[in-house]
């Protein structure tokens, strides 16, 4: 069972356009959402997050809508540029287990946006 | 970069061969993880080391087997892998106490043949 729904798969946008990308999840004791940012032979790299005590978060053109009572969350870019072509992962972190502190990042299938100069 | 080091980036191997993959960090994180992405599917978590001591183990076959020697070290061993074991694999270390802020490695491009 896929803990955290991504969509779309993949976004073409034109230079200056604002893609959005949705995520959807169901368990309740998810408590961090972080956006990653991965680039062709790169790893993930982290790009935003928000807890679910904040309606929104922006950092530069990167803003991140949550709306909790309707478990789901989006990534928005605005005056998308050629380099933010990347593919884009939500992911939920859950509470820790097993003795541990660490909670688990469940992730989403990712979207790839690509950005038309 | 992101302070954490895969080497090496790419690797082709038999079914029958040994390898390993090794990941440093150097950021002075406590928790360490392997992951693995594939194609269409979500990351998915396979070890987690916590101050050395493994965490978690996410039902991964035996033909993988991790190694935390210290805190800034992770290796993972391959043995008798599988063609579907074909994969892009990312180390990843945090700090935070939960976790929150995970810093990924370029990850080791797999290909067994």
């Known amino acids: 069972q896929q803990q955290v729904k991504q969509s779309p798969q993949s976004l073409i946008v034109q230079k200056g356009g604002i893609p959005i990308i949705n995520c959807a999840y169901e368990n309740t004791a998810f408590d961090y959402f972080p956006w990653y940012q991965q680039f062709p032979g790169k790893g993930p790299a982290l790009l935003i997050a928000?807890?679910?005590?904040?309606s929104e978060k922006k950092e530069g053109r990167f803003t991140i809508s949550f709306n909790k009572s309707a478990k789901q969350f989006s990534l928005h870019i605005m005056d998308s540029q050629p380099g933010d072509s990347a593919t884009y992962f939500c992911?939920?972190?859950?509470?820790?287990?097993?003795?541990?502190?660490?909670?688990?990042?469940?992730f989403g299938r990712g979207t790839q946006l690509t950005v038309w100069p | 970069e992101t302070g954490v080091t895969q080497t090496p980036r790419h690797l082709v191997m038999g079914m029958t061969n040994k390898k390993s993959l090794k990941c440093e960090q150097h950021l002075g994180h406590n928790a360490m993880y392997w992951y693995k992405q594939s194609a269409k599917k979500p990351l998915e978590l396979m070890f987690v080391?916590?101050?050395?001591?493994?965490?978690e183990n996410n039902s991964v076959p035996s033909r993988f087997s991790p190694e935390c020697p210290n805190s800034s070290h992770l290796f993972l061993h391959l043995h008798t892998l599988q063609p579907e074991d074909s994969a892009l694999y990312l180390c990843?270390?945090?700090?935070?106490?939960?976790?929150?802020?995970?810093?990924f490695g370029q990850g080791t491009r797999l290909t067994v043949v």
């Open positions: 080391y916590n101050f050395k001591e493994q965490t």
């Open positions: 992911a939920a972190l859950g509470p820790p287990g097993g003795g541990s502190t660490l909670g688990r990042l469940y």
């Open positions: 990843a270390s945090s700090q935070e106490i939960r976790g929150r802020l995970a810093f």
């Open positions: 928000i807890r679910p005590d904040v």
